[in-house]
């Protein structure tokens, strides 16, 4: 069915709270049999619900302006926790019955280390904060998306001026980043008001539960499972170790390439002298170069998207009203994904094209395996190797989007991806710092990410720029506020997709089998499992990081353009 054509239906909450009420008390003495189908009915009342979200926030976020889906998108950020309470009672009747066993033989052990881990995550007592918590970030996505920034004689979003600040024209890229950071210090009342409260809120949802701080809370609620905080440090650390060094040569190496001699932060968006490769054609034409693209990739990929074509699963095209950002969800009754982004004409219109769709491919892979809701995707950590491995195992089809320039998309996208890495991190530890000292005031979160900005960007001269300059750069990553330590997962990702680059350049079939086989495991595994079984290092080990940087290091300087 084309998107445009499913229907939306808000939930009966009273019938849906209800029956997760009649599946926990008969899930709390079942047996064996009797559990597994209880399991698939839950697994049923999930799926509606999730149908239903999931459709009023895609339509919400393609326009925040429209009053129906807002009140819808309302309606979730009050009830949501509500049924999450409902799930996490189902969770714990099945984890004290015996009969759980049977779960774990049929489903693998994971299902049941998923579930100790998501009811650890919540309580009723906390309904009214997670209420608060939503609106919160509704808050912050609205006050983003209304940004109408005057440039170049238009009124522009935050997304429609990102090719201005990739202009070759030094003082159009200034221009146009100081057009950026007075639209942020013009509310920076507001967006400090809004950060200050959902870090007070989740530091009191912790404390109720019993956590020092919101930090043992937030990893819960990102579903780590088999590694923590001592392994997350021990990761950031050999990234300020072994990859900051090679990050800032290669980013000497490419200041010397665009001829910048005193480079500011408005010249690093710049990747060469003559400026950076875009895409060629219109934005219906680097879709339907996409579609060859998987077509030619793989049978799989082929039939993947057919059906995201056929049945209008993109959203693509930035405007005013849209929210920003870039996402893909799934439509669990409809047994498909969702593309959502913001084209603006710069090569991050390709990158939709394999991040995005890399998370989609593995969800057509999931619903064709008919793997059940807790099982369909693995960690975040592990669902962004799906994508950030499909941006490098493409490779052989990106002149079908920059032609002449693809040897420059290829030696800025590889560049791209080591300089991440340190960025990642910088926000990882920034939100470590913040929800370790809740108490602190937006001047000195700000002081914070400028003292982290020299220990991971040590490149980086803000030239006194509005918002940037200031240290409230941070306030520009959704993530930090809406998804707190999630960025992690990220570079923990990029450190995978690149050892799946190294493996593609010495043997792309293989590099592809490998991808295709991890991807069809879809939440069976552990990070580390799935890692192991792709046959790469695992990244929180020591002496693991050094190697892969290098080698991506080494190809950047031996791919110069």
Request: hydrophobic share 40%; charged share 25%; aromatic share 12%.
């Amino acid at each position: 069915m084309k998107f445009q054509d499913m229907p939306y239906t808000r939930p009966n909450l009273d019938n849906l709270l209800a029956g997760y009420k009649e599946l926990t008390a008969k899930a709390t003495d079942a047996t064996a049999e009797q559990l597994l189908e209880i399991y698939a009915e839950h697994c049923k009342l999930k799926a509606d619900y999730s149908t239903a979200n999931n459709l009023a926030s895609i339509r919400h976020t393609c326009n925040t302006e429209d009053e129906f889906y807002d009140a819808e998108n309302t309606f979730y950020d009050e009830n949501g926790p509500l049924f999450n309470d409902a799930l996490l009672d189902f969770y714990r009747a099945v984890l004290s019955n015996d009969a759980k066993v049977a779960l774990a033989e049929r489903y693998g052990d994971i299902l049941l280390e998923k579930m100790e881990v998501l009811v650890k995550s919540s309580i009723p007592e906390i309904l009214a904060l997670r209420q608060e918590e939503n609106a919160l970030s509704t808050e912050y996505e609205k006050l983003y998306a209304s940004a109408r920034i005057p440039f170049d004689g238009q009124v522009l979003s935050v997304a429609q001026l990102g090719p201005y600040k990739q202009s070759p024209d030094r003082k159009v890229r200034r221009a146009a980043f100081e057009a950026e950071g007075k639209f942020f210090d013009e509310n920076q009342q507001k967006l400090d008001e809004i950060y200050d409260k959902m870090v007070k809120n989740r530091t009191e949802q912790a404390r109720m539960m019993g956590y020092e701080n919101y930090i043992p809370l937030g990893y819960l609620r990102m579903e780590r499972l088999g590694y923590g905080q001592k392994e997350v440090e021990n990761y950031r650390r050999q990234v300020a170790e072994d990859v900051v060094p090679l990050a800032a040569e290669a980013m000497a190496r490419k200041l010397k390439r665009i001829q910048v001699e005193d480079a500011k932060f408005y010249d690093l968006t710049v990747e060469f002298l003559d400026g950076n490769p875009v895409p060629h054609g219109t934005p219906e034409e680097i879709l339907a170069a996409g579609k060859r693209m998987y077509h030619e990739l793989s049978p799989e990929t082929a039939k993947f998207i057919d059906t995201m074509m056929d049945n209008g699963l993109f959203d693509v095209l930035s405007r005013p009203g849209k929210a920003p950002g870039g996402y893909c969800t799934e439509l669990s009754n409809y047994r498909c994904p969702f593309i959502f982004s913001n084209f603006n004409g710069t090569s991050g219109d390709v990158d939709v094209l394999t991040h995005e769709a890399g998370h989609a491919f593995a969800a057509h892979t999931a619903f064709e395996l008919n793997l059940p809701s807790e099982l369909m995707s693995p960690g975040l950590e592990s669902c962004e190797i799906h994508s950030m491995s499909m941006e490098f195992l493409t490779g052989p089809y990106h002149h079908y989007f920059f032609e002449q320039d693809t040897p420059k998309y290829e030696l800025a996208h590889a560049e791209d991806a080591l300089f991440f890495i340190p960025y990642g991190c910088m926000v990882d530890e920034f939100q470590h710092i913040v929800y370790g000292n809740p108490e602190m005031t937006p001047a000195q979160r700000n002081e914070a990410w400028l003292k982290l900005e020299e220990k991971y960007r040590p490149w980086i001269d803000f030239d006194a720029l509005p918002f940037y300059g200031r240290g409230a750069g941070w306030q520009r990553q959704l993530h930090i506020y809406e998804m707190p330590f999630y960025y992690i997962d990220y570079c923990l990702a990029q450190t995978v997709a690149l050892q799946f680059f190294a493996a593609w350049v010495k043997d792309p079939k293989d590099a592809w089998q490998r991808y295709l086989a991890l991807v069809r495991q879809g939440g069976t595994k552990s990070y580390a499992g799935l890692v192991e079984s792709a046959g790469f290092a695992v990244p929180f080990e020591n002496g693991s990081l050094a190697p892969v940087a290098k080698d991506v290091a080494d190809w950047i300087a031996n791919n110069q353009v």
